[in-house]
C-alpha cells in the first residue's frame, strides 16, 4: 500500500468540552484504498475524531484535509457530499422508514431519480447481504445485525471514498461479529473504498485492519500493523484489564 | 408517482365526498359544515408536510392561516384584487413570515419542545399584534359574489371549490412524498444528524417542507374567512393550530390518508356533538379530541395510519 | 405626559413587573422541577394550574374561605392527583419520543380546558372578597396589597422548595437525577420513586400557584395556554438546576411583560414572547443553566 496516496489527514486537532479534554493534538494519515482501524478504552476520543473529521464538531486547534482539501469545520452534509460516510454508534437511526427507503435516501445523494436511487439501494442491500423480505420492514421491525448492516448499506448507497464505521459492532454477539467483519471485508475488496473502523472490541479490529490507531485520553499513544500494536507496552498499559485477544 | 393504488384511492374519495356533496346540497347549513370539514381537511394535509414527513410539530398553523387570510381580504377590499389571484399573495406572505422566523430557527438548531413552543407563541404573538392594530371588531368581505371572488353564490359550489384544493393539496402530499425532497424528509425526521451524515442539507430541507406547508395554509386561509364571512384578531387560535396538529398525529405521522381521516371524521364528530350538545357541554368536540390524543399516544403511536396498516394486512391473510 | 409622570408610570410597572415575576417564578417552578427530573415535556402543566384553580375557588366558595386558606386544603389532594397522573398517564410515555409526550400531554392539557368549559362555563370565576385586596401607597407608586402578598408566599415557597433540594435525601436525590441519571440510577437512587414523587411535589407547587392566583384574579377555561407558554418561556431563559436563575428570569419576564403593557396592553404578551424567540436562537440553553 506504500506509496498510495494520502486521502484523509487529520493534523494536530485538539478539542475539549468545557474543561475536558477529548482530544490533544492529534496527528493522523490513511491511504487511499486501506483499510485501518481506531481503537482506545472508553472515552478515549475516537467518537469525537470521528464527529471531528465528519463535521459534527468543529475542532478547537488542528486542521481536517481530505484529498488534499481542508475541510475543517464545514458542515456534515457539505462533508459527507465530498465523499465521507459514517455509521453511528446509535442503536437505531430510523425506527418508522422501511429499510430499502432509508437505503434509497442513501442512494439519492449521487442522482435525484428515485429509479436510480432504488437500484443502487438493492445493489448496496446485496452486498452488505441483507435478505430481500427484510426490504420491505419498518427499521422498529428488524433486529439490532440487520439494523447495523442497514445502516452500513446506507453509508456505502452514497458512493463514498472514505467510510467511518463507529463501533459497529457493539451489542453484537461474537458470531454476528465474525459476520459483520466478513462483511466489512467484502465492500472493502469489491468498492476499493477507504475505511476506518473505530472499536474497542480488539479482536474485532485487529482481524480486519492492516494498520492500527491507539488513543489513550485524547492522545495518539501508537500506530502500527495489529503484531506491533499487541506487543506494544503502552497500549498494554492503556488498556489494563482489557486482554488483547 | 402517482401510481394506480394511489389514484384509485383518491377516485373512490372523491366519488364519497362528491356523493355527499349532492346528497346534501340541498341543506345549507349541512353543506356549509361539510365546506368546513373539507377545509380543516385541507389545513391538516398541509400540516402533514411539516408536521408529519419532517417530524417538526408546528403549532402555528392558524398563524398562517389567518395570516393569509386577512391579507388576501385586504388585498380585496383596500386595492381590488380580486381573491383568485389575491390568495397567491396571502399564501406568499405567511410564507414569507415562515421562512424568516425559519432561517434562524433553524440555523440555531431550535427542535422538538422548543419548535413547538416557538411555533405556539408565534400564535400568540401575532395575535396580540393583530388585535393592538385591528381592535376587537369583526370585518365583513364585500358583498360580491362570483368565482374571481373564490366566493360563490351557493354553499355547494364553495364546497367545490374546497374538494378542487383539498385535491391539489393532497397530489403536493403524493408529489413530495415520493420524490427525493419526501425521502430526505422522512429521514430528517427519524435522525437529523443520521441524515447530514448522508449528506442531506437539513436546514434547507426543513425550510422548504415549512415553506411549503406555510404557503398552502396561507392561500387557503382565505377560503376560511369565506366560510366565516368576516375576520378578526381571533382568526389567529392557539387551539386551533393545536386541533390541526392532532389531527395529524392522530392519524399517523406523515401518512396522508390517515391525516385526511382524522381530519374527516374528528372534526364531523366534533361539529355533531358541537350542535347537539353544544349548548349543554361547550367544547366537548375539543375534549374528545384531547381524548383521542392521549389514546394514541400512550397505546398507539403510529396512529391511525398503523390501524389501517394492521386491518391491511389482516385483510391480506 | 411630562417626562416624570412617564417615569412614575414606568416605576409603577417595575414594581407590578417584579411582584408578577415572582408569582410566574412559582408558577414555572412545578414545570421546571418535572422537567428538570424527569425529563417530561409538560404542555398540560397551564391547564393543571388552571383546573387548580377551579379548586380552590370552589373550595372558597362552598367553605366561605379565603383562597389562601382554602389553598392549604388543596396541596394534600392534589399530591395524590399527582401520584395518578404520574402513574396513568407520565409512566407510559417516559422516555418516549419527545413528539409523544408532547402529544399526550397537549391531550390531556385539551381535556382538562373542555372540561373546564363544560362544567363551568366560559365565564371568569373569582372570589368576590379576597382578604388581601386593598392597596396602599409608597411615594409615587401603589402597592396592591394581593400581587406583595403573592409575591412574598412565592419567595417563601420557592426558598423552601431550594432547602428542600439542597438538604433532604430525597431532594438531593432528586437533585441528583437532574443532573445525571445514569450515575444517579449507579448511586443506588430509586429513580421511580424519585419520579413519582417529584410529579407529585410538582403538583403541589402548581397547586400554591393556582391559590395565588386566585387571590389576585380570576379563572378562565383559557387561562392555562398563557401559564404554559409563561412557564417554558422562564425554563428557557433559566436553563435547568437552579431554583434562583428561575426567579431572576422569572422577574425579567415579569418586568419584560409588565412594561409591554405601558405600550398597550394588548401586546404584552407578544414582548414576552418575542425575548423567548431571541433566547431560542441566541441562548439556548438558559442563562444560569447547570447542566
Not at chain 2, 442539507?201 to 404557503?215: P, Q, V
Not at chain 3, 397522573?85 to 422516555?95: A, F, S
Not at chain 3, 372540561?115 to 407608586?141: D, N, R, V
Not at chain 3, 380570576?218 to 425554563?235: D, H
Request: hydrophobic share 50%; proline share 3%.
Amino acid at each position: 500500500m506504500s506509496g498510495a496516496r494520502v486521502i484523509l489527514r487529520v493534523d494536530g486537532v485538539s478539542k475539549r468540552f468545557g474543561g475536558v479534554v477529548a482530544l490533544d493534538n492529534v496527528s493522523l494519515e490513511a491511504e487511499e484504498g486501506g483499510i485501518y482501524g481506531l481503537i482506545g478504552p472508553n472515552g478515549s476520543g475516537k467518537t469525537t475524531l470521528f464527529n471531528c473529521i465528519t463535521g459534527v464538531y468543529k475542532p478547537d486547534k488542528g486542521r481536517v484535509f481530505f484529498d488534499g482539501r481542508d475541510i475543517t469545520g464545514l458542515q456534515p452534509h457539505v462533508i459527507a457530499r465530498l465523499g465521507v460516510a459514517r455509521t453511528w454508534q446509535k442503536v437505531r437511526p430510523f425506527r418508522n422508514i422501511k429499510v430499502i427507503d432509508a437505503v434509497i435516501a442513501g442512494g439519492l445523494l449521487k442522482t435525484s431519480s428515485i429509479s436510480e436511487a432504488r437500484k443502487i439501494a438493492e445493489e448496496t442491500l446485496e452486498l452488505v447481504g441483507v435478505a430481500r423480505e427484510e426490504w420491505g420492514k419498518l427499521g422498529s421491525e428488524i433486529s439490532l445485525m440487520e439494523h447495523k448492516l442497514v445502516d452500513l448499506a446506507r453509508a456505502i448507497a452514497t458512493k463514498p471514498r472514505l467510510l467511518l464505521l463507529d463501533e459497529i459492532a457493539a451489542g453484537l454477539r461474537p458470531h454476528e461479529q465474525e459476520k459483520l467483519a466478513e462483511v466489512i471485508r467484502r465492500v472493502w475488496r469489491e468498492r476499493g473504498l477507504t475505511i476506518i473502523v473505530v472499536e474497542h472490541v480488539m479482536k474485532f479490529v485487529m482481524s480486519l485492519s492492516r494498520k492500527i490507531f491507539v488513543l489513550h485520553e485524547g492522545r495518539l499513544i501508537a500506530e502500527g500493523t495489529p503484531e506491533e500494536i499487541a506487543s506494544n507496552p503502552k497500549v498494554i498499559e492503556a488498556y489494563l484489564g482489557i486482554k488483547p485477544a | 408517482m402517482f401510481n394506480r393504488e394511489i389514484l384509485i384511492a383518491l377516485a373512490i374519495f372523491e366519488a364519497l365526498v362528491l356523493g355527499l356533496g349532492f346528497a346534501l346540497s340541498g341543506n345549507n347549513y349541512l353543506m356549509l359544515l361539510a365546506a368546513q370539514v373539507l377545509l380543516f381537511a385541507v389545513f391538516v394535509a398541509a400540516w402533514n408536510i411539516i408536521g408529519g414527513l419532517t417530524g417538526q410539530l408546528d403549532l402555528a398553523s392558524s398563524a398562517y392561516m389567518a395570516l393569509g387570510g386577512i391579507t388576501t381580504s385586504l388585498l380585496w377590499m383596500k386595492l381590488n384584487v380580486p381573491p383568485l389571484l389575491g390568495v397567491f399573495a396571502g399564501g406568499a406572505v405567511a410564507m414569507g413570515l415562515a421562512v424568516l422566523i425559519g432561517l434562524p430557527t433553524f440555523r440555531f438548531g431550535v427542535k422538538e419542545v422548543w419548535y413547538a413552543l416557538m411555533t405556539a407563541s408565534l400564535v400568540v404573538i401575532l395575535n396580540n399584534l393583530f388585535r393592538y392594530t385591528m381592535g376587537p371588531w369583526d370585518f365583513y368581505l364585500p358583498s360580491k359574489w362570483g368565482l374571481i371572488y373564490l366566493r360563490p353564490r351557493t354553499y355547494f359550489e364553495l364546497f367545490l371549490i374546497i374538494d378542487v384544493v383539498l385535491v391539489i393539496v393532497i397530489l403536493v402530499n403524493v408529489y413530495i412524498s415520493n420524490s427525493k425532497i419526501g425521502y430526505y424528509l422522512r429521514s430528517i425526521r427519524e435522525d437529523e444528524l443520521a441524515s447530514e451524515s448522508i449528506g442531506i442539507d437539513t436546514r434547507s430541507y426543513k425550510l422548504r417542507a415549512l415553506a411549503i406547508y406555510s404557503f398552502i395554509t396561507g392561500a387557503a386561509g382565505f377560503l376560511q374567512i369565506v366560510i366565516y364571512s368576516s375576520f378578526s384578531y381571533r382568526l389567529f387560535d392557539t387551539s386551533q393550530a393545536i386541533s390541526i396538529a392532532i389531527m395529524g398525529i392522530i392519524g399517523g405521522l406523515g401518512s396522508i390518508s390517515g391525516s385526511i381521516a382524522s381530519a374527516v371524521i374528528f372534526r364531523t364528530l366534533g361539529e355533531y356533538l358541537r350542535s347537539s350538545l353544544g349548548g349543554v357541554f361547550p367544547g366537548l368536540d375539543l375534549l374528545l379530541y384531547g381524548i383521542m390524543l392521549i389514546i394514541v399516544g400512550v397505546l398507539k403511536p403510529e396512529g391511525l395510519a398503523g390501524l389501517f396498516n394492521q386491518i391491511r394486512r389482516w385483510l391480506g391473510k | 405626559m411630562t417626562p416624570l409622570d412617564l417615569l412614575v408610570a414606568a416605576g409603577q410597572q417595575v414594581i407590578d413587573g417584579v411582584f408578577l415575576g415572582l408569582f410566574y417564578a412559582i408558577v414555572a417552578s412545578g414545570l421546571a422541577l418535572i422537567f428538570g427530573v424527569m425529563d417530561i415535556i409538560n404542555f398540560a402543566h397551564g391547564d393543571l394550574i388552571m383546573i387548580s384553580a377551579y379548586f380552590t375557588w370552589l373550595l372558597s366558595m362552598t367553605l366561605n374561605l379565603d383562597p389562601l386558606f382554602s389553598m392549604l386544603l388543596t396541596l394534600p389532594i392534589l399530591f395524590l392527583i399527582g401520584l395518578g397522573i404520574q402513574k396513568g398517564l407520565i409512566n407510559p410515555v417516559l422516555g418516549k419520543e419527545p413528539l409523544i409526550q408532547i402529544a399526550v400531554t397537549v391531550g390531556l392539557g385539551f381535556v382538562l380546558q373542555n372540561i373546564a368549559l363544560g362544567y363551568f362555563k366560559a365565564e371568569p370565576k373569582g372570589y368576590p372578597a379576597p382578604l388581601f385586596s386593598g392597596g396602599f401607597s409608597l411615594g409615587p407608586f401603589v402597592i396592591y396589597e394581593s400581587k406583595l402578598v403573592s409575591a412574598v408566599v412565592s419567595l417563601v415557597v420557592l426558598i423552601l422548595l431550594s432547602r428542600f433540594l439542597a438538604k433532604t435525601k430525597l431532594g438531593l436525590a432528586m437533585r441528583a437525577v437532574t443532573d445525571d441519571r445514569a450515575s444517579a440510577m449507579l448511586m443506588g437512587i430509586n429513580v421511580g420513586r424519585v419520579y413519582l414523587l417529584t410529579f407529585a411535589i410538582g403538583m403541589v407547587l402548581i397547586g400554591v400557584a393556582a391559590g395565588l392566583w386566585m387571590e389576585m384574579g380570576q379563572v378562565t377555561p383559557y387561562l392555562g395556554t398563557s401559564f404554559s407558554l409563561v412557564s417554558w418561556v422562564a425554563v428557557a431563559l433559566a436553563g435547568l438546576g437552579s431554583i434562583q436563575g428561575l426567579i431572576i428570569s422569572a422577574i425579567i419576564i415579569g418586568v419584560a411583560q409588565s412594561l409591554g403593557s405601558l405600550i398597550s396592553p394588548s401586546i404584552q404578551m407578544a414582548v414576552v414572547y418575542l425575548i423567548f424567540f431571541f433566547i431560542l436562537w441566541f441562548k439556548p440553553r438558559g442563562l444560569f443553566a447547570r447542566r
